[in-house]
């Protein structure tokens, strides 16, 4: 085997790797946004009592409110990221979960967020009996697994942060 | 001194509502109650004015708060006509309502409210609900967000179209559909209440 041919296997190996590699990234990149029926949405928030305190979102893409307050929820996550799980739920429509992602990515979310299926009323009520389906929706949720507060419209990071801090020290 | 006496369970009070630690509800008209401000004048994109009253048909009313900006309301809107139809085979008026108050610059001004009219050829009023005060009253929420009267203006109905926004040909429980029947047959509607995602009211700033 000569130079000539021992560079050409060299560059093919490269060109193989960097297939591989990009591949493996963009499943990474799609398994942060997971699909999510009401049932798993309830093992998944359960799993955090007694270690974490919760903070339930639910935004769309197409939300405008939720737009604006999407940075300020982040900006929470990454202040209490050892006292706060932070759980994002899209409830965008499916041809929209590209936009979704690309979002996500823009905002520098790169923890696991959700992509909610099925029907809404399951969904809606899961995630609060006293919600009633407008966007966006918040819910904290205590170390203890009891509920502080909900609401609809979004918030400003002073209010996300005054009932984040009761849910950590309840 | 006194006015500590007086002040201070004042302040306590405050303080214990603002850090109440429950769920609120968030007050949506019940069922049973009467249609509020059914009296009251609001301006069709036509420029008639009109009220729930006006439009009320002898077996009842359908207010829908629906607005021009809601992608929910757009995977809906192939359903408004053929409701419409069915209301008014069935003596019930039928009326959407704006409350878009704080977006009236953003694409929800009367003027956008007409085209949008005209491009869907809404076959019902499409008002404008001024300062979103019908929407508040009523404990509206979003759009589309439906509540349905009888003939006594009592709420019968309330909450969504249908359980699939996307897609008529995949409902499986078209709500409204089956508590306009209901209603008119006078049987009992169940649901009487449903929920479904929308988007929230831009209520006046």
Known sequence: ?170 | MKKIYFVLPLICALFLIAFLPLEKPMDELSIGAKAPMADVEVTDVSGEKLTLNDVARKNGLLVNFSCNTCPWVEAWEDRYNPIAKLAKENGIGIIALNPNAGYRNKGESLKDMKERANQSDYQFYYALDKGAKIAKVFGATRTPHIFLFNSDMELVYRGAIDDNAKNADKVEQPYLKNAIKDLVMGNQINPQTTKSLGCTIKWPR
């Open chain 1, 1 to 170: 085997m000569n130079i000539r041919q021992l560079r050409l296997k060299y560059i093919v190996w490269i060109f193989l790797l960097s297939i591989v590699t990009s591949e493996s990234s963009a499943q990474q990149a799609d398994s942060k946004l997971q699909d999510i029926t009401p049932d798993q949405l309830q093992e998944v928030v359960d799993s955090y009592q007694g270690e974490k305190a919760v903070l339930i979102n639910v935004w769309a893409t197409w939300c405008a409110p939720c737009i604006e307050e999407f940075p300020e929820i982040v900006k929470l996550q990454r202040n209490y990221s050892e006292e706060l799980k932070v759980i994002f739920i899209s409830a965008d429509f499916p041809n929209s979960r590209d936009k979704a992602k690309e979002f996500l990515k823009e905002q520098g979310v790169d923890w696991i967020t959700y992509f909610k299926t099925g029907k809404d009323e399951a969904f809606i009520n899961t995630v609060s009996e006293k919600w009633t389906g407008a966007l966006p929706f918040s819910k904290v949720i205590d170390i203890n697994g009891n509920v502080v507060d909900s609401w609809e419209k979004k918030a400003s990071y002073k209010k996300f942060e005054r009932h984040i801090k009761t849910a950590i020290n309840p």
